[in-house]
Each structure stands twice: as structure tokens, then as C-alpha cells.
């Protein structure tokens, strides 16, 4: 009687530890696509990725940058004040884009152009998005806002 017991014991801890690795296998899977890695746009020269890994890219806009062409792809330049990237976006632009404010966009790096299929803009005065904040720190261009 009690070798049937351990043995039916063993059979759901093993039920179990099949069932939970069965189970982040398939979380691990379903999330691989979903997952986009931050980068500066000095990451981005430094080490270009590939053309379709899917990342998401932030700084500044550039002064004098935004280029709105015949049909509705807009270019401009994001710089963390080391490098700059050109970007290319077709689509409406949020209100609050505007040129030296922080930005983040989500796309692929294509023949030196990063071609956002979302971007991002601040939603007010003071605040900008962390990764943008520590990349443009590491390149010493971010001021506080209290900073003259």
C-alpha cells in the first residue's frame, strides 16, 4: 500500500514539472515577438541591427530636422547628442511632436533609415521617457529641469 502512494506521488510532482516547463515554454514563445529592446541612436550607429529585428529608438528631434515630403511619410533626425538617425514615419504625428523634444519610436533600421511605424512624444513640459532621459545623460546633453 505504501509503494502505491509514493509512486502516485512521484507521478504528479512529474505531471507537475512537465506541465509548469511545458507552460513557460509556451509563454516564452508567444512573447518573442512582443518584446522590442530600447536603443540610443549611438547604440544604433555603433552596432546596426538587423533589418527586421523591430526596436524601439529615442532622443531628441533635431532643430530644423522635420521634413514632410509629398505623400504622408515625414522624415526627420533624432540625436542623443552623439549620433543622430534619420527617421522616416508615415502616419499622424501626436500633438505634442515638435523639434528638440523627446521622442520614442517603434520600428526596424533599414538601409540607414529607421522606419517607425509608431512614435511616441512627450505628454508634457517636464516629463521624457527613462531610456531617452539615461541615453542623453550617458552622452551629457539632459539637463534637470531645474539646470540653466
Do not use: C, W
Not at 509503494?3 to 513557460?24: C, G, M, Y
Request: glycine letters at 12%; a negative charge; proline letters at 4%.
Amino acid at each position: 500500500m505504501k509503494t502505491l502512494k509514493k509512486r502516485r506521488r512521484v507521478q504528479v510532482i512529474l505531471l507537475a514539472v512537465v506541465a509548469l516547463v511545458l507552460a513557460t515554454g509556451l509563454i516564452g514563445f508567444a512573447m518573442r515577438d512582443g518584446i522590442n529592446f530600447f536603443r540610443s541612436p549611438s547604440q544604433v550607429i555603433a552596432e546596426p541591427p538587423k533589418p527586421t529585428e523591430v526596436f524601439r529608438i529615442g532622443g531628441l528631434v533635431e532643430e530644423g530636422s522635420i521634413i514632410r515630403g509629398q505623400g504622408e511619410t515625414i522624415y526627420f533626425v533624432v540625436t542623443d547628442g552623439g549620433e543622430s538617425v534619420k527617421v522616416a514615419f508615415t502616419g499622424v504625428l501626436p500633438d505634442l511632436f515638435s523639434e528638440n523634444q523627446g521622442m520614442v519610436g517603434t520600428g526596424s533600421y533599414v538601409n540607414g533609415v529607421f522606419e517607425a511605424t509608431e512614435i511616441l512624444a512627450k505628454h508634457d513640459e517636464t516629463y521624457m521617457p527613462k531610456e531617452v532621459v539615461d541615453a542623453l545623460k550617458e552622452q551629457g546633453v539632459y539637463q534637470e529641469a531645474g539646470d540653466s
